[in-house]
């Protein structure tokens, strides 16, 4: 028996008009292309060369930055000469000793009268020795020692401050950097779906070309279109060149551009707290108004330093001789002669009294003046919180106003391809719509970028990165 047939007809099957046919086969394969586009890029990644590089965190470029960052080797080894400094600092309390010893020979001694006449030799022992040893420890000198110390304690600190002020403006350069990676990457794969986008368009301009509802000028003005969006992802890609070798250059890295950002730190909105407690943050946390404060206790103690000069040092001092032969006598006596002495020395300086007032005084205006640029540190870094401050919440505006436009964006897009693929738009209303779909995403990604900066700023300028 062999294969049947069968044919169902209906006449009750609508009729449907040769346009309408067209329209129905190009909305089958925009779906379909959208749907090709959608699997594919949930399949392989926006890049394919991109999903093979790992991941590194911002944290992560900060912890090389701190190990291999010569700038900060550099503030390390000034922290650990301050530390140095205190030590011998402290060493000045510990009791001086000198110890001498000479040996030599002794000449015949000659004796005249006040004329210089009547000469007469002196036969003397020729071998002599001399030998002491001198210890004394203070017991008062005006603070010199104490305030000394305290100096050399501050300047530890003030190590300290430089080495974290280094550290806190390195993270900071380096977090900008990074969100420079994240934005030319998110930008990247938005260039990527527009292109994707393009590419369908002008697939399906070239099907109503042969259909003979759109004209080959229809599809050129789009082929400039992508060529367009073609260069643009070149020069994201020349500027990631850019922003990989200034993060090698400020962490050390031996690879440049053998990883990608954490790129889903953009979705996370950071939690922005109040403006006083911010002000607060930076008022204790910064190190710029450390430093200053530093600086004040620093002259201070030079203040303290240049008074103590004009004060007398008292000491315990104690001696031990062993001389020989003895020369005080004529003829000389060829034996040791051994003494000790022990006693209170107090020394002053009597032209103190009149030269280091002018010391002290300059010492005094400097400390004042460390005081009004304490003052003004203060000052500035509360303007400049506020400032950040205030950057956030334009930024969490414009956030805002974005989302919106993406979402108006596309629906005029989506609009805007209905009418165009049933004949009552034209190409230049698709490349506007396109246009702006495309300024709109990329608004949105560099305003959450914008966002993450300034939080950066603000938790940098209270030194807590």
């Known amino acids: 028996m062999g294969l049947q047939v069968f044919k169902i007809t209906s006449t009750f099957a609508p009729k449907i008009s040769k346009q309408e046919m067209k329209n129905l086969k190009l909305h089958i394969l925009n779906y379909a292309s959208i749907a090709a586009l959608i699997v594919v890029k949930c399949t392989l990644g926006i890049e394919p060369?991109?999903?093979?590089?790992?991941?590194?965190?911002?944290?992560?470029?900060?912890?090389?930055?701190?190990?291999?960052?010569?700038?900060?080797?550099?503030?390390?080894?000034?922290?650990?000469?301050?530390?140095?400094?205190?030590?011998?600092?402290?060493?000045?309390?510990?009791?001086?000793?000198?110890?001498?010893l000479s040996a030599g020979l002794l000449s015949d001694g000659v004796i005249m009268d006040r004329h210089f006449r009547n000469a007469q030799n002196v036969e003397n022992p020729h071998f002599m020795n001399n030998f002491a040893i001198k210890a004394s420890q203070l017991v008062y000198g005006g603070g010199v020692v104490k305030n000394s110390i305290k100096l050399s304690e501050i300047l530890r600190d003030m190590a300290a401050l430089s080495l974290e002020t280094e550290i806190q403006d390195i993270k900071m350069m380096i977090a900008g950097f990074y969100l420079d990676l994240c934005r030319l990457y998110n930008q990247d794969a938005v260039l990527d779906d527009n292109l994707r986008l393009c590419n369908v368009l002008i697939d399906n301009m070239k099907v109503m070309?042969?259909?003979?509802?759109?004209?080959?000028?229809?599809?050129?003005?789009?082929?400039?279109?992508?060529?367009?969006?073609?260069?643009?992802?070149?020069?994201?890609?020349?500027?990631?060149?850019?922003?990989?070798?200034?993060?090698?250059?400020?962490?050390?890295?031996?690879?440049?551009?053998?990883?990608?950002?954490?790129?889903?730190?953009?979705?996370?909105?950071?939690?922005?707290s109040t403006l006083q407690e911010y002000q607060d943050n930076a008022l204790h946390g910064n190190t710029g108004i450390k430093t200053a404060a530093a600086a004040t206790q620093l002259k201070e103690s030079e203040l303290k330093i240049e008074r103590s000069s004009m004060l007398p040092k008292v000491a315990i001092v104690a001696e031990e001789h062993l001389d020989g032969p003895i020369t005080n006598e004529v003829p000389v006596i060829n034996s040791n002669f051994n003494y000790m002495f022990v006693g209170v020395g107090i020394q002053y300086q009597l032209s103190s009294s009149y030269k280091n007032k002018r010391?002290?005084?300059?010492?005094?205006?400097?400390?004042?003046?460390?005081?009004?640029?304490?003052?003004?540190?203060?000052?500035?870094?509360?303007?400049?919180?506020?400032?950040?401050?205030?950057?956030?919440?334009?930024?969490?505006?414009?956030?805002?106003?974005?989302?919106?436009?993406?979402?108006?964006?596309?629906r005029n897009y989506n609009v805007i391809l209905s009418r165009y693929n049933n004949g009552l738009a034209t190409v230049t209303d698709m490349l506007d719509a396109a246009n702006t779909k495309l300024d709109a995403e990329l608004g949105l990604v560099n305003s959450k970028i914008s966002l993450l900066f300034n939080n950066f700023k603000l938790k940098y300028i209270s030194s807590e990165l």
């Open 49 to 100: 060369t991109m999903a093979q590089q790992p991941v590194v965190t911002l944290q992560h470029l900060w912890d090389e930055a701190q190990a291999n960052s010569l700038r900060i080797k550099t503030k390390q080894g000034n922290l650990k000469t301050a530390e140095q400094g205190i030590v011998v600092a402290k060493s000045n309390n510990l009791p001086d000793v000198d110890v001498s």
């Open 359 to 410: 010391e002290v005084r300059r010492a005094e205006i400097e400390r004042e003046n460390s005081e009004t640029q304490h003052s003004l540190a203060q000052e500035q870094v509360s303007d400049a919180i506020f400032a950040a401050y205030t950057d956030c919440l334009t930024s969490q505006s414009e956030i805002a106003t974005q989302q919106k436009s993406v979402g108006l964006a596309n």
């Open 209 to 272: 070309e042969k259909e003979g509802t759109a004209l080959s000028n229809d599809i050129l003005r789009y082929e400039l279109q992508k060529e367009s969006i073609l260069l643009s992802k070149r020069k994201v890609a020349d500027a990631m060149q850019i922003v990989y070798r200034q993060i090698a250059t400020a962490t050390g890295r031996e690879g440049e551009n053998d990883f990608k950002p954490d790129t889903t730190m953009i979705a996370i909105e950071p939690v922005i």
